[in-house]
């Protein structure tokens, strides 16, 4: 016979397994530090090679003008003090922001992961009372034949 709570429990851990859990097991696979860095790496990589093609496009569409632009030495070392200072200070809000982005979804999946387990604890509690109780019932039938 099939019991209520039984099924309930099952249910929960296969729709915390479906919708969740392997993106969060993956997750804590890695320590916190090391899941924060290698997504920053990779939003490194990413802006920087974005701000790259803005600046090519940026130079592409100034010389596409119908004038020749030239600028003097001092006028060309602003501009790349200021390209410089323009990446590294949206660098670093964009890096701050994905570090605290990433470390919730860290704690989130952290989260998500215990309860999958404390779920899956308790289903292999209900089995294990389950089978004690069937074996407990079995050995006493089988002494009083």
């Not at 890096?95 to 992961?113: D, E, N």
């Amino acid at each position: 016979m099939i019991k209520e709570e039984k099924i309930r429990m099952m249910t929960q851990v296969a729709m915390i397994q479906k919708r969740e859990e392997r993106r969060a097991i993956e997750i804590c696979g890695y320590r916190k530090k090391d899941y924060v860095s290698i997504q920053m790496i990779k939003i490194w990589i990413c802006y920087t090679m974005a701000y790259l093609l803005l600046t090519l496009i940026g130079v592409i569409c100034m010389g596409n003008g119908t004038q020749a632009v030239s600028f003097s030495r001092q006028v060309l070392i602003r501009i790349g003090c200021i390209w410089v200072v323009g990446y590294l200070g949206f660098l670093t809000a964009v890096l701050a922001m994905a570090h605290q982005c990433y470390s919730r979804r860290y704690r989130t999946a952290a989260v998500l992961v215990r309860q999958y387990r404390q779920h899956l604890m308790a289903l292999e509690d209900y089995y294990t009372e389950r089978s004690q109780i069937n074996d407990s019932s079995a050995g006493t039938t089988a002494k009083d034949k």
